[in-house]
Structure formats: C-alpha cells, structure tokens
C-alpha cells in the first residue's frame, strides 16, 4: 500500500474476518496487535497501525523491500550465502531476539520467510502472529 500523506510504501497484513471465527484465531491476532505496538526495534518491522472494518482486521506495516532470507538464499550460488553475510544477518536477528525476551516476548514462529531484509540488507523480523 502508500500512505498518502507521507508518500510511503506500506504492507498491509489482511485478516478476513470470516477467517477468525475460532475464539484462538481472533485471541492470536489481537496478541500480535497488543505485542507489536509494544515494539521498537531497528530489525524488526514497525506496526503502523491496526484497522477494523466490518470483515477485517488489517495491519499496517513497515515495508520491507528487500525479500525475505530464503528469497535471497535461493538467489545464491548453491543456496550458499558468504560466512561475512551470515555473520551480519545472524547477529542482527539475535538483537531482535534479545529485544523480544527482555520484554518477555517469545516469536515463536522463527524461519528464513519472516526473517526479511530491507532494501541495505538489514534484518527485519516480521510475523508475530504465534507470538506469546
């Protein structure tokens, strides 16, 4: 999406609500709402806002333009990123994580596709939604 007022790109999270009847389903995203607006972190990615409509619940995200790790490890020779790339998005995602526990927050959902990487190769940790 583009948030008019700034000229900026967003990403929308849609969650149709006929999707969420599931009394755990609607608990689990208003958890990731409630955890992420408690967040403040340069590796992980911002909740803008939430929104509810009659039929959805819509995130709106930090855009993160870069792809997510398995993207750029599937871009590589032999799925095989260089020792220095590695260092640098291992050390980046243990700060997000350290964050995340010294709030008592667990993600609980970590994978190359919610680990992605902004348009200078930093670190953004997305998806809180099995997050405690």
Same mark, same amino acid.
């Not at 750029?72 to 980046?92: D, T, V």
């Given at each position: 999406g583009?948030?008019?007022?700034?000229?900026?790109?967003?990403?929308?999270?849609?969650?149709?609500?006929?999707?969420?009847?599931?009394?755990?389903?609607k608990?689990?995203?208003?958890?990731?709402i409630?955890?992420?607006?408690?967040?403040e972190?340069?590796?992980i %990615?911002?909740? +803008?806002?939430?929104i509810?409509?009659?039929?959805q619940?819509?995130?709106? =995200? @930090?855009? /993160?333009?870069?792809?997510s790790?398995?993207?750029?490890?599937?871009?590589?020779?032999n799925?095989?990123m260089?020792?220095?790339e590695?260092?640098k998005?291992?050390?980046?995602?243990?700060s %997000?994580?350290s +964050?995340?526990?010294?709030?008592?927050?667990a993600?609980?959902?970590?994978? =190359? @596709?919610? /680990?992605?990487?902004d348009?200078?190769?930093?670190?953004?940790?997305?998806?809180?939604?099995?997050?405690?």
């Amino acid at each position: 999406g583009l948030h008019k007022r700034s000229n900026k790109k967003v990403a929308l999270k849609i969650y149709l609500k006929e999707k969420m009847k599931d009394l755990q389903r609607k608990k689990s995203v208003r958890r990731e709402i409630k955890l992420m607006k408690r967040l403040e972190h340069p590796h992980i %990615a911002k909740l +803008y806002e939430a929104i509810e409509t009659e039929t959805q619940v819509i995130l709106i =995200l @930090e855009y /993160v333009g870069g792809g997510s790790t398995h993207g750029f490890l599937k871009s590589k020779p032999n799925r095989q990123m260089e020792e220095c790339e590695a260092r640098k998005i291992f050390a980046q995602l243990v700060s %997000a994580l350290s +964050y995340l526990h010294q709030k008592s927050i667990a993600h609980r959902d970590i994978k =190359l @596709e919610n /680990v992605m990487l902004d348009h200078r190769g930093n670190v953004k940790l997305i998806d809180f939604g099995f997050s405690t």
